[in-house]
């Protein structure tokens, strides 16, 4: 089966890395995140850009833009430039990131959420323009309750304690940034969103729904969240993706931001293992039914059938990105 990752950040520049892309059989959306200050665009945007130029088969990219500064006049106007720029360059979407919500501040010291007025024309000229807006808002749930071994993200806070906002109260809270893109899409219908990551809605499938029931112009993706289904029960996990056949989106977002035309052979060599076990588990979890090792638990897979697996791993993000 022929597959979309349609979430992950792999400059796969290497002989090795192309190989493994074919043995798979998948094409990469890689993904950018403007990370604060202009480094995103080292990071990613350069070799992100180049990539799908130069390996359209196997590689597109989505970009992002910078953060509003709020001194600046005309910020929008500069940002709708460089957006003209990148999709005339081949880019299908545009991301944003968690940093808005919960990092980026007004002058007077506020949070900036995502339905702050200084995004709105961008997010208009993005849905007349007909290109995917990429909304990674908000975070796991977990991220604002105590750390938990059991929780699929107790890695990622306990070795990320600046991204835990357990018992900060000054920062917006879960329901906050949810309401906040809930807005976007609200105020934005011609709008075409993915909400990254299971639109920060892991925790529970029937929540995902929920929205996607008030707004058909979202979808979600599965990005770095398989735990967070395969904890869940699997037949409203079986039900979820079969009454919203058409909204979900396969992403891995695997993270390896250096080159790897770059890396010595034997950290290549590490990363392309862990890739493709990474692929293979996620293909017998959504499409097999034998035991899976998630999170060091044994999970049944889900037997999805073939019809909405082509869904799931490639047609959906087709629909979604058009051009990918
Ligand atoms: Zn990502």
């Not at 999805?304 to 047609?315: A, G, I, N, S, V």
Request: aromatic share 10%; glycine share 8%; proline share 6%.
């Amino acid at each position: 089966m022929q597959i979309i990752d349609a979430h992950i950040h792999f400059i796969g520049n290497h002989p090795d890395s192309l190989a493994l892309l074919e043995e798979l059989d998948v094409k990469l959306l890689n993904v950018c995140a403007a990370l604060g200050g202009a480094d995103w665009r080292k990071l990613m945007w350069h070799d992100y850009r180049a990539l799908a130029r130069e390996q359209p088969a196997r590689f597109a990219w989505c970009t992002a833009f910078d953060l509003p500064d709020f001194q600046e006049a005309g910020y929008a106007d500069r940002v709708l430039r460089g957006l003209e720029q990148d999709f005339a360059d081949g880019a299908v979407a545009c991301k944003v990131w968690k940093n808005i919500g919960m990092e980026l501040k007004d002058p007077a010291g506020n949070f900036v959420m995502i339905d702050h007025p200084v995004f709105a024309p961008i997010f208009e000229y993005l849905a007349e323009r007909g290109k995917t807006l990429l909304m990674h808002i908000g975070e796991p749930l977990a991220c604002w309750q105590p750390l938990d071994v059991q929780n699929p993200h107790y890695g990622y806070y306990s070795q990320n304690p600046q991204w835990h906002m357990y018992g900060r109260s000054d920062v917006p809270g879960h329901a906050a940034q949810v309401a906040a893109r809930d807005r976007v899409l609200e105020n934005h219908p011609r709008l075409r969103v993915v909400g990254a990551h299971l639109g920060s809605l892991e925790f529970d499938v029937r929540e995902i729904g929920r929205r996607l029931d008030r707004y058909p112009n979202f979808a979600v993706d599965t990005s770095a969240r398989l735990a967070d289904l395969a904890f869940q029960d699997g037949d409203r996990v079986r039900e979820f993706i079969g009454k919203y056949s058409d909204r979900v989106l396969f992403g891995t977002d695997i993270v390896a931001y250096q080159p790897q035309a770059q890396m010595t052979a034997e950290d290549r060599g590490t990363l392309l293992r862990a890739a493709r076990q990474n692929y293979h588990r996620q293909l017998a979890y959504f499409g097999g039914t034998a035991p899976v090792e998630i999170l060091n638990r044994q999970i049944p897979g889900l037997g999805l059938p073939e019809q909405l697996m082509e869904k799931l791993f490639r047609t959906n993000a087709q629909a979604w990105y058009p051009g990918i």
